[in-house]
């Protein structure tokens, strides 16, 4: 059974590098010579290579349509791989976290920087409060110009 499936997948791919080929076949025709020859050579290489290199091949072509994708096996994710999609979600959550303490600490620092200003100023806190205290203010600042 595994074997038969093997082979379809395999008849699958051929004609899917058979459509792809002569897709790029198409305009060969009217490139110069020496650009053709240089494309033989490049392709002559390249099968060559994936001769000898052993590549991962896709395990099953799915097949809808006019398109094909390659799937590499496996009926889902298996352990190390599930831990390895979630690592980026923890990190942005852990970062979020992180610059949320960072804010809270700088909001809680600005106001305890105002609380000390006012406990240690001359003027006791009730003075702020008072609406005839700004006008005060305002009328100094306009004197002393």
């Not at 997948?9 to 004609?15: A, F, G, I, M, S």
């Not at 899917?16 to 290489?45: C, F, M, N, P, T």
């Not at 000898?52 to 994710?77: C, E, P, R, Y």
């Not at 992180?98 to 006791?124: C, K, R, S």
Request: aromatic letters at 6%.
């Amino acid at each position: 059974m595994t074997n038969s499936k093997q082979h379809h997948t395999e008849v699958l791919q051929d004609r899917y590098g058979l459509k792809i080929a002569a897709r790029l076949s198409d305009g060969a025709d009217e490139l110069h010579h020496d650009v053709s020859e240089r494309l033989r050579a490049a392709r002559y290489q390249a099968l060559a290579k994936r001769k000898i290199q052993k590549t991962q091949t896709a395990s099953s072509v799915v097949n809808h349509g006019s398109t094909a994708a390659m799937t590499f096996g496996g009926d889902g994710l298996n352990f190390w791989s599930s831990i390895a999609s979630a690592l980026p979600l923890i990190a942005l959550v852990i970062g979020l976290v992180t610059v949320n303490a960072i804010q809270d600490d700088d909001v809680a620092h600005e106001a305890a920087t105002v609380d000390t200003a006012l406990l240690t100023d001359d003027l006791p806190p009730a003075a702020y409060a008072d609406p005839g205290f700004l006008q005060f203010i305002k009328s100094g600042q306009n004197l002393g110009q």
